[in-house]
C-alpha cells in the first residue's frame, strides 16, 4: 500500500512537473533577456568593481569611469532622456555643456540590435575645481522593456584630455 | 622762373583733382601750361594719370617695406606694376577686415582666458584690450576661422556674431592718391634744381613740404588698413554658468537614474 501510495505520489510529481517545467523555463529565458552589462575599459584603467549592471574602473591619476544600466519603467525614448539629462545637468546643477555627438551601439544578447545615443561633453566647478564630465547616454532599441544604459567619465585637466580617445574607443563596445 | 612758379600751380592743381588736399590761395590760368615747361607739367599730368589706370586695374596689398620704398624715385612705379595683376578675378583682389564677437559660458572663467590667451599667443595673435570678462584680441587673418572655431569648443556658445568689411575701394583711393602725391613731389624735385629765383624756390619748397606730409599722412592711412586686413579681431566675452541657489534649485530629480549620476555623485561614490 504504502509502496502504491509512493509511486502514486512521484508519478503526481513528475506530472506537474512537465506541465510546469516549460512555463518555468520560459520565465528563465525571459529573465535572462536582460544581458549583463559589458564594456572593455581601455588600457590604463584598472576595473573596480563589475556586476551584471555595473562597471566601476579607475586609471592610476584618478580619472574614474562608471559604466550602468538602469531599468527604465517610463520606457523614454533618446531625446527625452538627453532633454532631461540635459536639463539637470545644465539648468540644475550649473554644468558647462561643451560638446554633444550622436552615439550607436550594438546591443543585445546576438547583438543584432542597435542603440541609439548621445554624447555629452560638459565642465563644471565642483569641490574647488574643474572637472570635465563626459557621458554617454544609450537608450536600449527597444522600448517597451525600457533600459538605459549610461557610461560616465569624471577627471580633471590634462589627465583627462588624455584619456578622452581611449574612453570613447571603449564606449564603443558597451553591450547591455 | 615765373614757368617754374606757373608749373608749381598748375602741378597743385593737378594733385588736388587727383584727390590730395586742395589749397585754394593756388589758382592759375591754364593757358600758362603752353610754355616752355609745359613737357614736364605734361609729364606730371601723364604720371598721375597713368598711376590711377595702373591702380584701377588690379592692386593687392603693399608691404610697410613697399611703402617706405615709395620714397625713392621710380620706386612707386615699380610697385605700382608690382599691383598690376591684369588676369586676376576681382574676388580675389578682395580685401577685407575679418571682426567677430563670441559669448561663451564656460565652466571656470579664469581657465577658459588662459587657454583663450594661450591660443591667441600660439597663433602669433596678442591681447589688444581687457574690459571685464572680455577679452579683444588680433590674430593673423589667415588663421581667424580657425581661432573662431576652437574658442567655441571652450565652453556653450550664447551668442555669436561675425563681420567681413571690405575695403577694397578705400584701399585703391588710398593708394592712387599715394602714387600721385609722390610722382608729384618727384616732379617738383627736379623743378626745384632748375630754380634759381628765391620766391620760386621758396615757393616749390613750401609745396614740397605739403607734399612730403600728405605721403606720410597716405602712407600712414595706408599702413593702419593693411594693418585691420592682416589681422583679424576677435572678441570674447566669457560667462560663468547661472549660480544655482539653494532656493531655485530641485534637490532631486523625478527620474530615480538622473539624481544617480554626474561629476559630485561619481566622486562620492568611488
Redesign the interface.
Same mark, same amino acid.
Given at each position: 500500500m504504502c509502496s502504491i501510495s509512493s509511486k502514486s505520489f512521484s508519478t503526481q510529481v513528475v506530472a506537474i512537473l512537465a506541465r510546469v517545467g516549460p512555463i518555468l523555463a520560459l520565465l528563465a529565458t525571459l529573465g535572462g533577456c536582460s544581458s549583463p552589462l559589458r564594456m572593455t575599459p581601455p588600457e590604463g584603467f584598472l576595473i573596480?568593481e563589475e556586476s551584471r549592471t555595473e562597471i566601476?574602473a579607475?586609471s592610476s591619476d584618478s580619472i /574614474?569611469l562608471?559604466a550602468?544600466s538602469?531599468d527604465?519603467p &517610463?520606457a523614454g525614448d533618446l531625446d527625452f532622456w538627453s532633454s532631461? /539629462?540635459y536639463n539637470?545637468?545644465?539648468e540644475?546643477?550649473? &554644468?558647462?555643456?561643451?560638446?554633444e555627438q550622436p552615439l550607436h551601439v550594438e546591443q543585445g544578447a546576438d547583438h543584432g540590435q542597435v542603440s541609439a545615443g548621445r554624447e555629452m561633453l560638459?565642465?563644471?566647478?565642483?569641490?574647488g575645481a574643474?572637472?570635465s564630465?563626459l557621458?554617454s547616454l544609450f537608450v536600449a532599441a527597444e522600448a517597451d522593456s525600457g533600459e538605459?544604459c549610461?557610461v560616465?567619465l569624471?577627471g580633471q585637466g590634462e589627465g583627462f584630455d588624455r584619456t578622452l580617445d581611449d574612453v570613447r574607443r571603449a564606449i564603443m563596445t558597451v553591450r547591455f | 622762373m615765373k614757368h617754374i612758379g606757373f608749373c608749381v600751380v598748375l602741378l597743385l592743381v593737378t594733385t588736388s583733382c587727383a584727390g590730395l588736399a586742395p589749397n585754394a590761395h593756388h589758382s592759375l590760368s591754364m593757358a600758362a601750361a603752353r610754355d616752355s615747361d609745359s613737357e614736364a607739367l605734361a609729364g606730371i599730368v601723364s604720371a598721375g594719370t597713368d598711376a590711377g589706370r595702373a591702380s584701377s586695374s588690379g592692386y593687392t596689398v603693399l608691404s610697410p617695406e613697399a611703402l617706405d620704398d615709395l620714397d625713392q624715385p621710380d620706386a612707386g612705379a615699380a610697385a605700382r606694376h608690382d599691383n598690376t595683376g591684369t588676369d586676376e578675378e576681382p574676388q580675389s583682389r578682395r580685401l577685407l577686415i575679418y571682426t567677430a564677437h563670441l559669448t561663451i559660458?564656460?565652466?571656470?572663467l579664469d581657465?577658459a582666458e588662459d587657454r583663450f590667451l594661450d591660443l591667441i599667443e600660439a597663433r602669433g595673435g596678442y591681447l589688444e584690450r581687457r574690459e571685464n570678462n572680455t577679452l579683444t584680441c588680433r590674430v593673423p587673418a589667415i588663421d581667424f576661422e580657425e581661432v573662431l572655431e576652437e574658442t567655441k569648443?571652450?565652453?556653450?556658445v550664447i551668442a555669436q556674431n561675425r563681420e567681413a568689411q571690405d575695403v577694397s575701394r578705400q584701399h585703391l583711393d588710398l593708394s592712387i592718391r599715394l602714387d600721385n602725391a609722390v610722382a608729384a613731389r618727384d616732379r617738383l624735385l627736379e623743378l626745384l634744381e632748375k630754380a634759381t629765383d628765391v620766391a620760386d624756390l621758396l615757393e616749390v619748397e613750401r609745396e614740397l613740404k605739403r607734399l612730403t606730409e600728405e605721403i606720410e599722412r597716405l602712407k600712414g592711412e595706408l599702413r593702419f588698413l593693411e594693418g585691420r586686413i592682416a589681422l583679424s579681431t576677435i572678441s570674447v566675452t566669457f560667462n560663468a554658468?547661472?549660480?544655482?541657489t539653494q532656493r531655485s534649485?530641485?534637490f532631486f530629480?523625478r527620474?530615480?537614474?538622473?539624481n544617480?549620476?554626474?561629476?559630485?555623485y561619481?566622486?562620492d561614490?568611488?
Open positions: 573596480l566601476k579607475a /574614474l562608471w550602468r538602469f527604465d &517610463y532631461a /539629462l539637470e545637468l545644465v540644475q546643477r550649473g &554644468y558647462t555643456l561643451i560638446s560638459f565642465q563644471v566647478t565642483t569641490h574643474v572637472y564630465y557621458v538605459i549610461v560616465e569624471v | 559660458r564656460v565652466a571656470n581657465s569648443t571652450f565652453g556653450t554658468p547661472a549660480r544655482i534649485r530641485r530629480s527620474f530615480e537614474w538622473i544617480r549620476i554626474g561629476v559630485e561619481v566622486l561614490q568611488f
